[in-house]
């Protein structure tokens, strides 16, 4: 399974993404990870979530950004929820570029094949989500 939380600055995203993290930490019985850019999550997630700070890994494509999340499951088959904050940011790129599309897909071949649930923000306005990205929503 695959969900994407999209909206412009300010629409609430951030606080909706934390109360999904504590959830998934209290209530899902293996490891949840959540990947950021910047450590501005430390505080307000539960601390039995793996923060993973993104720019300590030189996450800049997408290609590299799949290895990483197969490395984290294949380090870990007790994942179970993988939360990636600002992807469009973490990997620069714009919200309705191919590539988005490719690794959105590939993120859910990935979920189905492994059982891992992932949810992803993207900021940038709705309007700007093609089809394909809205099959996520």
């Not at 990870?33 to 890994?57: A, P, Y």
């Not at 984290?72 to 973490?90: E, G, P, Q, R, W």
């Amino acid at each position: 399974m695959v969900r994407v939380i999209m909206g412009a600055k300010g629409t609430g995203k951030t606080k909706q993404i934390i109360e999904m993290i504590n959830y998934a930490a209290e209530n899902e019985s293996g490891s949840v990870v959540c990947v950021e850019i910047g450590k501005k999550l430390v505080f307000d997630v539960k601390n039995s979530v793996r923060l993973v700070e993104s720019s300590d890994f030189a996450a800049d494509n997408y290609t590299f950004f799949k290895g990483f999340i197969s490395g984290m499951y294949a380090s870990n088959y007790d994942l179970t929820h993988v939360f990636i904050d600002s992807l469009c940011k973490i990997i620069p790129s714009e919200p309705d570029s191919p590539e988005v599309e490719e690794f959105l897909a590939w993120l859910d071949r990935f979920s189905e094949q492994n059982g891992v649930k992932f949810t992803v923000t993207i900021s940038a306005d709705v309007a700007l989500a093609t089809e394909a990205m809205k099959a996520y929503f």
